[in-house]
């Protein structure tokens, strides 16, 4: 910033003044730079005040710069944020402070984010702050999936052991129950069927827990990511969405994806099946939107160093009853529900077919929508 005694609050400051490769005289403002900085970043004044926030602060916050500053800090940071405390030791200090993995909650788009935040006083306007945060979302998506797909293959493990010592003695539960069935008196054909039904259960669960664990190679072709949706969508409004308003957003110029189109098939059924549920779980007539977009800046950190690129985002969104907060960074871990009859098995499916194609996904809160996002690779061919 403009250490020049001079200069006014509100002006934009010039640093530099030399020239060029090609010997053009160089004027870089400090709000110009501010501005191209990746990570959102807010000028706070000494009354919480939005002094200046650049577009990724408009991003973050969902909300228009000019809209940020007459709203003010308090109106779009929940008043029990440990953000404000950063604040203050940064103005106390006179000096910058550094705060890890805190939540910055926003009452206008509902829930919280996890960020690094950095803050720094501003000598030239006293009780003035410049804060800088650092979303770790997608960082630490990718190393949470780790964690579940390292618990997912210990329940594999686990239940390609135990499939074979329980399927068969099962089977052949359900078949004497079955062939004892037409000699029972009426009231007790009905314990029969409960043992065929809950025989039924007990190996669909087991088939379940198999998939998670399931490491064959599969052929992989290049997909329309739409035509695999239109798939899907017609099955829900066959079935379990019928009567539930399915929208679509699509960005029609989006290149093919490299994948399984059955295994991609159900794990969009599994996300459009936990809309519908969210939904039949609410009190207000909920809807759901699937939406496509091309993110050309979404780059990932692989172990080796090298960045993937993950360009394609397929979201399902929905407007019903809400994940709980506490289950948000769990929702993808085998055995974690937010329903009372949920296995906790479908969303970790969805993860494990997102992470064999070399995606990411991840689970947020945007306002009234629940927002499953997926992130993939484009095929190159």
Same mark, same amino acid.
Not at 3 to 8: A, E, F, G, I
Not at 195 to 214: C, F, H, K, S
Not at 242 to 259: M, T, W
Not at 330 to 336: A, G
């Given at each position: 910033?403009?250490?020049?005694?001079? @200069?006014?609050?509100?002006?934009?400051?010039?640093?530099?003044?030399?020239?060029?490769?090609?010997?053009?005289?160089?004027?870089?403002?400090?709000?110009?730079?501010?501005?191209?900085?990746?990570?959102?970043?807010?000028?706070?004044?000494?009354?919480?005040?939005?002094?200046?926030?650049?577009?990724?602060?408009?991003?973050?916050?969902?909300?228009?710069? /000019?809209?940020?500053?007459?709203?003010?800090?308090?109106?779009?940071? #929940?008043?029990?944020?440990?953000?404000?405390?950063?604040?203050?030791?940064?103005?106390?200090?006179?000096?910058?402070? @550094?705060?890890?993995?805190?939540?910055?909650?926003?009452?206008?788009?509902?829930?919280?984010?996890? +960020?690094?935040?950095?803050?720094?006083?501003?000598?030239?306007?006293?009780?003035? &702050?410049?804060?800088?945060?650092?979303?770790?979302?997608? #960082?630490?998506?990718?190393?949470?999936?780790?964690?579940?797909?390292?618990?997912?293959?210990?329940?594999?493990?686990?239940?390609?052991?135990?499939?074979?010592?329980? /399927? *068969?003695?099962?089977?052949?539960?359900?078949?004497?129950?079955?062939?004892?069935?037409?000699?029972?008196?009426?009231?007790?054909?009905?314990?029969?069927?409960?043992?065929?039904?809950?025989?039924?259960?007990? %190996?669909?669960? &087991?088939?379940?827990?198999?998939?998670?664990?399931?490491?064959?190679? =599969?052929?992989?072709?290049?997909? *329309?990511? @739409?035509?695999?949706?239109?798939? &899907? /969508?017609?099955?829900?409004?066959?079935?379990?969405?019928?009567?539930?308003?399915?929208?679509?957003?699509?960005?029609?110029?989006?290149?093919?994806?490299?994948?399984?189109?059955? %295994?991609?098939?159900?794990?969009?059924?599994?996300?459009?099946?936990?809309?519908?549920?969210?939904?039949?779980?609410?009190? *207000?007539?909920?809807?759901?939107?699937? =939406?496509?977009?091309?993110?050309?800046?979404? =780059?990932?950190?692989?172990?080796?160093?090298?960045?993937? #690129?993950?360009?394609?985002?397929?979201?399902?969104?929905?407007?019903?009853?809400?994940?709980?907060?506490?289950?948000?960074?769990?929702?993808?871990?085998?055995?974690?529900?937010? /329903?009372?009859?949920?296995?906790?098995?479908?969303?970790?499916?969805?993860?494990?077919? +997102?992470?064999?194609?070399?995606?990411?996904?991840?689970? +947020? %809160?945007?306002?009234?929508?629940? &927002?499953?996002?997926?992130?993939?690779?484009? @095929?190159?061919?």
């Amino acid at each position: 910033m403009n250490t020049d005694p001079s @200069h006014r609050p509100g002006t934009s400051p010039s640093i530099g003044g030399g020239k060029d490769g090609g010997g053009m005289p160089v004027e870089l403002s400090a709000s110009a730079i501010l501005a191209a900085m990746p990570g959102p970043l807010l000028v706070i004044g000494p009354e919480d005040e939005i002094l200046f926030a650049n577009a990724a602060a408009e991003s973050f916050f969902q909300t228009s710069a /000019k809209a940020l500053m007459r709203l003010g800090l308090g109106g779009v940071v #929940a008043a029990d944020s440990p953000l404000h405390r950063v604040l203050q030791l940064a103005r106390t200090a006179g000096s910058s402070v @550094h705060e890890y993995e805190i939540e910055v909650g926003t009452p206008r788009t509902g829930g919280s984010r996890m +960020v690094d935040v950095q803050a720094a006083a501003l000598p030239e306007v006293p009780g003035a &702050v410049i804060v800088q945060l650092l979303p770790r979302s997608l #960082a630490e998506r990718i190393d949470r999936q780790l964690s579940h797909a390292s618990a997912a293959r210990t329940v594999a493990g686990l239940a390609a052991m135990l499939a074979h010592e329980i /399927k *068969n003695p099962l089977s052949g539960i359900r078949g004497a129950a079955q062939l004892i069935e037409p000699q029972l008196a009426e009231a007790d054909k009905e314990l029969a069927d409960l043992i065929m039904n809950e025989a039924d259960r007990i %190996r669909t669960l &087991v088939e379940e827990m198999e998939a998670l664990g399931e490491e064959r190679p =599969r052929p992989y072709e290049p997909l *329309n990511i @739409h035509t695999v949706l239109d798939h &899907v /969508k017609r099955l829900a409004e066959a079935g379990f969405a019928s009567g539930i308003p399915i929208r679509e957003l699509y960005d029609p110029s989006l290149p093919a994806v490299l994948g399984d189109r059955d %295994r991609l098939v159900q794990a969009f059924i599994n996300l459009l099946k936990n809309a519908a549920e969210a939904i039949q779980q609410s009190d *207000n007539n909920g809807v759901i939107e699937l =939406r496509t977009a091309y993110r050309p800046g979404v =780059r990932v950190a692989q172990s080796g160093g090298e960045l993937l #690129a993950l360009p394609l985002e397929v979201s399902v969104c929905n407007t019903g009853a809400p994940v709980p907060e506490d289950l948000l960074p769990h929702i993808f871990e085998p055995f974690v529900s937010g /329903k009372s009859s949920g296995r906790g098995l479908g969303l970790a499916l969805v993860a494990k077919v +997102v992470r064999d194609h070399g995606g990411v996904v991840e689970c +947020v %809160r945007e306002g009234e929508w629940t &927002v499953f996002r997926i992130r993939l690779p484009i @095929h190159e061919g």
